[in-house]
């Protein structure tokens, strides 16, 4: 552990922290990056108080293969611990699943997965979206989906949708369904693996995404790099939360 550094958690080698690092490491802010698919180890509940903020990226996983990932658990846990004590924290596609799952919301199977450049919409002001246009545009790569958890504020939904595309659970603990962290390359991977059958249910889909590539890279950095940025005011201000 590094005191004051940003810990995040990667579960697999396709999943990236892509923009995230890029704008921590243009902003000189120092990280702890666990990656658990490389037999890295998650810190325990105690030791949380020493870092500056949480973030738990995606994986193709689901929330309840505990039996296969034991992982899972264990990283439940740790967010329990940090909604407990306000450590600012960032659960993006597998990881705001993860942070529903312990706030009490409910993870479900999509009749089909959400694939896709998609519009999605802001329905209330917040420290986390400041800067972020009402309505903006996000990547979408996700098999399951989740409804709001008890206590928690939807901030971002997408039209027609059943799911929620981003929360917030009390204080400084925040979900994202969407994907602000992937680069070009993260995205290439991605849609040559094409782990959501595109080729075969919806190929003008897998072609629309690779002639939009260097558009959603390029648009994604800046989302992410506002949203990564204020996280960190949360952070460095708790009243601001």
């Given amino acids: 552990m590094r005191d004051g550094a940003v810990l995040i958690i990667q579960h697999q080698a396709i999943g990236q922290p892509g923009t995230i690092l890029e704008t921590l490491i243009a902003d000189g802010v120092d990280f702890d990056l666990r990656q658990l698919h490389g037999r890295a180890q998650l810190p325990e509940p105690g030791e949380l108080g020493g870092y500056r903020a949480l973030v738990v990226l995606g994986g193709s996983m689901n ?5 296969v990932y034991p992982f899972l658990r264990q990283e439940r846990l740790l967010l329990a611990a940090a ?10 596609c597998l990881g705001a699943q993860q942070l ?3 706030h009490g919301g409910c ?14 919409s802001l329905v209330g002001q917040d420290l986390l979206f400041e800067g972020v246009p009402r309505e903006f545009m996000a990547l979408e790569w996700h098999a399951q989906s989740f409804t709001v958890p008890a206590h928690a504020r939807p901030l971002a939904l997408r039209d027609g949708d059943v799911g929620v595309q981003a929360f917030r659970a009390g204080r400084r603990a925040w979900g994202l369904q969407f994907h602000p962290e992937i680069d070009a390359a993260t995205l290439e991977v991605w849609l040559k693996r094409d782990n959501k059958g595109l080729r075969q249910r919806a ?23 506002r949203l990564v940025r204020n996280l960190l005011r949360a952070a460095d201000q708790p009243d601001a939360a």
């Fill in 203 to 225: 190929p003008h889909v897998l072609e629309q995404l690779h002639a939009q590539r260097d558009e959603i890279a390029l648009s994604s950095r800046r989302l992410c790099a």
């Fill in 100 to 102: 529903a799952c312990v």
């Fill in 83 to 92: 909604l407990e004590r306000e450590v600012p924290l960032l659960g993006i």
């Fill in 107 to 120: 993870v479900f199977d999509r009749p089909e997965p959400a694939v896709g450049w998609m519009p999605i």
């Fill in 63 to 67: 929330t309840d293969q505990g039996d």
